[in-house]
C-alpha cells in the first residue's frame, strides 16, 4: 500500500534562513506522482508543485525548489530564504496506480514556522 | 483564476442531525472528490466521483455517507446521521481531465469546519 512520511512535525527557523521539508514514499507502483501542498494558518490547500516518477530532474521556482531522489524514495522541498509568509503546514502526497492515479495520499505535514 | 468554492464555512450541527455540505468545483474539470482533516492531523481521502458516479471510496466513507452532483454545478457532500467523530474540516477537490503525462492536480476548496455536538 501507499505511504507518505513527513518525519518533521514542526520546523521552527529564523527569516532568511534556509530549511528543508522532508518526504519519504513508499509505493509498489513503478509509475507514480508526487504533490506538495501548502497550508496557512487560514485553512485552505493550496497545491504548489506534481512531479511524476519519470522526471528525476530537480525543479526551482523562485525561492523553492524540490530534490526528487527515486533511489532513496523522496521527493523533498527546499525554501531559499524564508519569509514569515511561508510559515504554514506544508503536506507531501502521493497518487499511484493503486489508487487510480486519482485519489490522494497525503503524509502527516510538517509544520513551519518562521519568525522576523 | 478559477476557483473551488465551498458552502457553509463552517456548520455546527447536533449528534444524529443530517448535514449537506456544498461544493462548486471549477467549472471544466470533470474530477471530484471529498477529504477531511480533523483537527491537527493528516488530510485523509473519502470519496472520488467521475462521470456521475463513485470511482473510488475509502474505509472512511461508510454507509452514512452519499454524494451527489445534483446539476452541472454542485457537487455535495451528505453525511445522513452525524457523529461527534464526523467533527473536521471536509475538503472538496477537483481536477481537469488527465494529461499524456498523467493525472493533474487537483485544487482544493477552502474548506468547510464541521461541528458536531
Known amino acids: 500500500a501507499q505511504k507518505v512520511t513527513q518525519a518533521q512535525t514542526e520546523i521552527s527557523v529564523v527569516e532568511k534562513e534556509d530549511v528543508t521539508l522532508d518526504c519519504v514514499y513508499e509505493?509498489?507502483?513503478?509509475?507514480?506522482?508526487l504533490f506538495w501542498y501548502k497550508q496557512p494558518p487560514s485553512g485552505e490547500l493550496v497545491f504548489l508543485i506534481r512531479r511524476n516518477s519519470f522526471d528525476e530532474q530537480n525543479e526551482i521556482s523562485g525561492r523553492y525548489s524540490w530534490n526528487f531522489q527515486k533511489s532513496t524514495s523522496s521527493f523533498n522541498f527546499t525554501i531559499t530564504a524564508s519569509q514569515v509568509v511561508d510559515s504554514a503546514v506544508y503536506f507531501c502526497?502521493?497518487?499511484?496506480?493503486?489508487?487510480?492515479?486519482?485519489?490522494?495520499?497525503f503524509g502527516k505535514g510538517t509544520m513551519l514556522l518562521v519568525s522576523p | 483564476e478559477p476557483e473551488v468554492t465551498q458552502t457553509p464555512s463552517h456548520q455546527v450541527t447536533q449528534m444524529g442531525q443530517e448535514v449537506i455540505l456544498r461544493c462548486v468545483p471549477i467549472?471544466?474539470?470533470?474530477?471530484f472528490y471529498w477529504y477531511r482533516q480533523i483537527l491537527g492531523q493528516k488530510v485523509e481521502f473519502l470519496v472520488s466521483f467521475y462521470n456521475n458516479e463513485i470511482s473510488e471510496k475509502s474505509e472512511i466513507f461508510d454507509d452514512q455517507f452519499s454524494v451527489e452532483r445534483p446539476d452541472g454545478s454542485n457537487f455535495t457532500l451528505k453525511i445522513r446521521s452525524t457523529k461527534l467523530e464526523d467533527s473536521a474540516m471536509y475538503f472538496c477537490?477537483?481536477?481537469?481531465?488527465?494529461?499524456?503525462?498523467?493525472?493533474?492536480?487537483?485544487?482544493f476548496g477552502p474548506g468547510t469546519r464541521l461541528t458536531v455536538t
Open positions: 467549472s471544466n474539470h470533470l474530477y
Open positions: 502526497a502521493l497518487s499511484d496506480y493503486n489508487s487510480g492515479y486519482s485519489t490522494l495520499t
Open positions: 509505493t509498489r507502483d513503478t509509475t507514480y506522482y
Open positions: 477537490a477537483s481536477r481537469a481531465p488527465g494529461l499524456a503525462g498523467g493525472p493533474r492536480e487537483q485544487y
